[in-house]
């Protein structure tokens, strides 16, 4: 958590980049990265690829906003910067002090669960609360 703190102080971003990459790439993400107060992301483990969320703002998103305010944010939609569908889950980094010093969020891609449930046969219907 420190390493993560630092970085949205901003120290260490660079760093962060080569940890959050090993550790999506353990979990089986499709991505994690962090994003400051404003939604800029300042830190991602896809930095590098043509896709990577390192720059862009997913400050709209409702994910973000949801843990900016100090609770955990979900999503399911169309990712703004890949067109890929996933499911997004943010979650605030504390200050500090107390205070929201940025968001940290992972991308889990449907699409290989959707295969999976297709390869074996399965027919599958996802709904959230909203229906």
């Not at 970085?7 to 790439?25: E, P, S, T």
């Not at 889950?89 to 940290?104: E, F, R, S």
């Amino acid at each position: 958590m420190a390493t993560v703190r630092a970085a949205a102080a901003g120290r260490g971003r660079v760093a962060l980049n080569d940890r959050l990459a090993g550790f999506a790439d353990r979990a089986g993400l499709e991505a994690i990265y962090l994003m400051d107060r404003t939604g800029e992301t300042v830190a991602a483990s896809n930095a590098g690829r043509t896709t990577s969320f390192l720059g862009q703002n997913y400050g709209f998103r409702p994910y973000f906003r949801a843990a900016l305010d100090g609770d955990q944010g979900v999503f399911y939609g169309i990712g703004a910067t890949t067109l890929r569908p996933g499911y997004f889950i943010a979650a605030p980094v504390p200050g500090l002090t107390g205070d929201v010093a940025g968001v940290i969020a992972i991308k889990l891609d449907l699409g290989r669960l959707a295969e999976t449930w297709a390869d074996g046969g399965e027919r599958v219907l996802l709904a959230n609360a909203d229906g």
